[in-house]
């Protein structure tokens, strides 16, 4: 079992994450749903880490995480308020200046956890799971001035984790590739200025470019996967597993 500082790291981070999103509806008056979609985000994902450190039995919460929860923490209200744009329009300056340290803190965290020597399986799954997610409600955001096929980008990942139920082989460990951070900065950089509005002639084209680096980028990986599927055994460990394990 993880020790009690484990388990409240998590826990305090998420109230961060709520008092930041509680302080911007209290001063915008937005839409009440886009504080329950923040509040439903920072529940399901503090569960989700909190049952991972129990099952890894961690001493230490760490800083590498404690950044990362910081960027979740972030996650959660651009979340709320790109729920929320759907009802009445939202301040985008403000959507902007919380999506940028949320992407440039991507690469503190797994910086602090090599300066550290508290690299871990688990930490690069939590960094993994808050980039998906932003990516995802980002492309949201931005598909409809753009058009439904933006969602791609932020489906992708989760296209590709649920082929993994049904195929096996999908889940095999997938060797090291800085390449992966690059495509996923570039996402984030592609998604954030379409959803600035600054530049709506090049817009489209920057998202296409990044989603085409995408689109290489994973099928390098399923490509990789395919030509050594040969090689599982069956085995339990290809049973249905949580996003988090």
Not at 126 to 133: L, N, P, T
Not at 150 to 174: K, S, T
């Amino acid at each position: 079992m993880a020790s009690d500082e484990v388990r409240l790291a998590p826990i305090g981070w998420a109230a961060v994450g709520v008092a930041g999103v509680t302080a911007i509806w209290a001063v915008d008056e937005l839409p009440a749903i886009g504080w329950f979609a923040a509040l439903a985000y920072l529940t399901a994902s503090s569960a989700l880490l909190l049952a991972a450190l129990g099952r890894r039995r961690f001493e230490r919460f760490g800083w590498a995480n404690a950044v990362t929860s910081a960027r979740s923490a972030l996650v959660a209200m651009i979340t709320g308020l790109v729920v929320a744009s759907f009802v009445e329009p939202i301040s985008v300056p403000l959507l902007i200046g919380l999506v940028i340290p949320a992407l440039t803190l991507d690469a503190v965290d797994g910086w602090v956890a090599r300066r550290t020597g508290t690299t871990t399986e688990l930490g690069a799954r939590f960094d993994m799971e808050v980039d998906a997610f932003l990516l995802l409600v980002l492309s949201v955001y931005v598909a409809p001035r753009l058009g439904p096929w933006v969602l791609a980008i932020g489906l992708m990942r989760y296209v590709f984790v649920a082929a993994g139920w049904f195929l096996p082989w999908m889940r095999l460990p997938l060797p090291p590739r800085y390449w992966r951070k690059v495509v996923t900065a570039a996402q984030g950089i592609a998604l954030t200025v379409a959803a600035s509005g600054l530049v709506p002639r090049l817009a489209g084209l920057l998202v296409a470019v990044a989603l085409a680096l995408l689109v290489e980028s994973f099928g390098r990986d399923v490509t990789w996967l395919a030509l050594r599927r040969s090689a599982i055994m069956p085995s339990a460990e290809f049973g249905p597993r949580s996003p988090w394990r």
